[in-house]
């Protein structure tokens, strides 16, 4: 009995010594690895290899795109692997350990860097690196930047943009770093409420640079293009659609028929309104966009047609109101093509309707009481020919006007489709 339990206690003691051993080999395999470790080299043993850093970045979000900077703003992974020749060990003697993690400050990192980063920011600077029995070496980057991005808006709000992010290393030149590029990726939950990622690919390429000393340097740099599609439904529901229904309605409400006493004054005022909306407008476009000197976005140029529609439709509205005036108080005569041309009842000659509009008093009071007896006499009675002539005018006029009008506005929405396609 005393014998079986001695045996039993020497097997506990032997099993708890293992563990021990196992549970300390991990803090003992960090210590062995970073023992007269130099972090500030590169981590090869002939000067003359090349070490090869794997990248493959990954755009977790698209933050914020500002045109008027021409800049973008993104949230990426950039995870990159690489091989160090003085951090292997073999597992068969400690414990079966295939991977630990160090801390990244501990060991060498290679420099890589996004030149064209107006602001770069790290969200987690203490993390840590992946570091395999055979000397491979991951670390993952996480970091919200800042890029510039020229941008052109011509075709505002129908555009696409291409952003070029350029990395490479800050200080290995091409043969002491060469960069192996893998296939970027685009998460499916990378969102963004005003644009589309549509493509991000790389493309590696071997840059020379001239140094201070007389001599050449020549890196790799890799050149991840990202291309941005703007969803236009947000500028067609706001912008668009309103000014397109605003100058079609004002200027049909600039050639409605008169009242009876001839009064078209607020015409001209509805149409200085709609000048003044369709500048305000304008102003909202042109302030969302660069100030660039290749021209005016698609849109812009939309709502300035528009603008010059309205001019047209008041210049139009006030030449009527004279010739109206003119022809109603005064009795003057309408030319003769005028009426050929929108009256089928004008078969008369020119001397018949001379004779008929001409025939006023020449004193002023008597005019002026003619002109009263003439209205009345319009009022009561609608029978008289020289009166039809003249309503039969403005009749054919104004359906002719809007029109036209309408014409003119569903052309500009037709061109701006032309256009975009």
């Known amino acids: 009995m005393n014998r079986f339990l001695i045996v039993f206690a020497l097997l506990l003691s032997v099993e708890c010594a293992g563990k021990n051993d196992v549970e300390k080999s991990e803090r003992e395999l960090a210590k062995h690895l970073l023992t007269d470790y130099y972090p500030y080299a590169r981590p090869v043993k002939n000067y003359s290899s090349v070490l090869n850093v794997t990248v493959q970045p990954q755009i977790y979000n698209l933050v914020e795109v500002n045109e008027q900077n021409e800049q973008i703003k993104i949230l990426i992974w950039f995870p990159q692997s690489w091989k160090d020749d003085y951090l292997t060990w073999n597992p068969k003697d400690w414990g079966g350990i295939e991977q630990i993690i160090i801390p990244k400050s501990q060991i ?79 998460p499916k939950k990378s969102k963004n409420s005003e ?28 050149f991840y293009n990202l291309e941005l599609r703007r969803k236009p439904l947000y500028y067609i529901v706001v912008i668009l659609l309103p000014s397109f229904l605003i100058v079609t309605v004002s200027n049909i409400g600039l050639f409605t028929p008169h009242g009876v006493h001839g009064d078209r004054e607020e015409h001209v005022s509805l149409g200085l309104t709609t000048m003044l909306t369709m500048a305000v407008i304008l102003d909202m476009v042109t302030g969302q966009m660069p100030r660039s000197s290749e021209g005016i976005p698609l849109l812009g140029m939309y709502v300035l047609i528009e603008f010059v529609i309205s001019v047209i439709a008041v210049l139009v509205s006030v030449v009527i109101i004279f010739a109206h005036e003119r022809m109603l108080y005064l009795e003057a005569t309408p030319p003769y093509w005028v009426l050929r041309l929108f009256s089928d009842d004008a078969k008369c000659s020119v001397e018949e309707i001379e004779e008929d509009f001409c025939s006023k008093p020449a004193d002023l009071v008597q005019e002026l009481r003619f002109c009263v007896e003439e209205l009345r006499k319009f009022i009561d009675d609608q029978e008289s020919s020289d009166k039809l002539q003249i309503e039969d005018v403005v009749r054919f006029i104004v359906p002719a006007l809007v029109q036209l009008s309408v014409i003119s506005s569903s052309c500009a929405i037709i061109a701006l489709l032309m256009m975009t396609l």
Not at 151 to 167: E, G, H, I, T, W
Not at 198 to 213: G, I
């Open 108 to 186: 060498w990192i290679p420099d890589g860097y996004i030149f064209n980063t107006v602001e770069e920011t790290n969200p987690l600077e203490n993390h840590n690196a992946r570091v395999r029995f055979d000397g491979k070496v991951e670390v993952d980057f996480n970091k919200l930047v800042d890029l510039t991005c020229p941008m052109s808006v011509l075709s505002f709000p129908f555009d696409n943009q291409l952003c070029a992010l350029q990395f490479g290393s800050w200080s290995y030149q091409a043969h002491a770093i060469s960069f192996n590029v893998l296939d970027t990726f685009v």
């Open 195 to 222: 644009w589309d990622i549509v493509s991000f690919n790389a493309t590696k390429m071997v840059t020379k640079y001239e140094d201070t000393l007389g001599g050449f340097n020549v890196y790799e740099e890799i």
